[in-house]
């Protein structure tokens, strides 16, 4: 009985317990589940938010996409209109060149190559200039040499190309000559005139050519012929001596030495020269001056002589009377046996 009775309130004790199919036990599980739906329902309903933001944020990228596109497409269009705009610079710098030449272009010893005045069309080269020949003058320190020329109609200024060379070099020796202060080969002037100045016996030569405007619009005429002048002066030729014979004249011989008559002189200057056959040097002997035109020579035999000659003369520079004379001829040779 009483284990009956123990039996039946375990069963009871056991029945009230989870896992048993009582209508409490359905009833508490339907509560349970009441209370979890509202929670799932709230989970969606959070959820839901969280989507609008990802929906959001997914849309916000595709803003972000479209304005980097915009500017992206902005700012390839000011490159674009950079571009156009250098082109466009550069265009104009290419037109513009010859007047910025022009600006840049200093006022005074501007020249160009002389091909570049013989490229110019016909109707473009200014007048030749026709340059007279140097006239000597007597300047303070050294002899002038004046060059001058006629002035060119519709001319602005002249470039003068002046050469000299020592007097007794060949045409192959002429170098440039530039006066004090001068940075070009071309002396540049608006005067009609070009004075040379230097030592005695020197030569000059001279080209000019006229020009008009500066820059890239200068123009000019085509280079005049030389025109040559000389610090000597007009002085005469050297005699040509001829070389010397021997004759009988008493008792003894002699050697003759002639030249033929210049033109314009007052007299000569002959010098001599001696030495012995077995001597290899010359030696000075005399010089005398006369107004003949040989020269003869003996004082004993087996004596060999060299003559020198030179024309002395006279010219009138700036109205003063001065010394004109030529250079000593070429040795001549004679012998005593």
Known sequence: MKRRLLLLLTCLAVGILPGCSSSVDLEDQNYEIEDEA???????????????????????????TEETSTASEAASKPKVKAADTTAAKATDTTASKPAAKTESAPAQN??????????????????????????????????????TWAPVEGAEGYEVLAEDKFYK????????YKVYGQTTDYYNTVETK??????????FRVQVRAYKGEGANRRYSKWSDFAYGN???????????VAGTQHQVDDHIEVDFTWQPVDGIK??????????????????????????????????????????????????????????????SEYAYGQIR
């Open 38 to 64: 509202p929670a799932a329902e709230s989970s969606e309903e959070a959820s839901e938010p969280e989507t609008e933001d990802e929906d959001s944020e997914s849309e916000e990228p595709e803003e972000a």
């Open 110 to 147: 501007v020249s160009s190559t002389p091909a570049k005045a013989d490229n110019q069309a016909p109707e473009e080269l200014l007048p030749t200039p026709k340059v007279n020949t140097g006239v000597l003058h007597v300047g303070e320190n050294a002899m002038n040499v004046e060059f």
């Open 169 to 176: 070099d060949d045409e192959l020796s002429y170098k440039p």
């Open 194 to 203: 070009y004075v040379a100045s230097s030592q005695d016996y020197f030569d």
């Open 231 to 241: 610090t000597q002066g007009n002085r005469p030729a050297a005699p040509k001596v």
């Open 267 to 328: 007299e000569y200057r002959v010098t001599v020269w001696s030495k012995l056959p077995e001597e290899s040097e010359y030696t000075y002997k005399n010089t005398i001056k006369t107004t003949d035109t040989h020269i003869s020579c003996g004082a004993q035999d087996y004596v060999d002589y060299r003559v020198g000659v030179e024309a002395l003369g006279e010219q009138v520079i700036d109205g003063a009377v001065y010394p004109a004379d030529s250079d000593m």
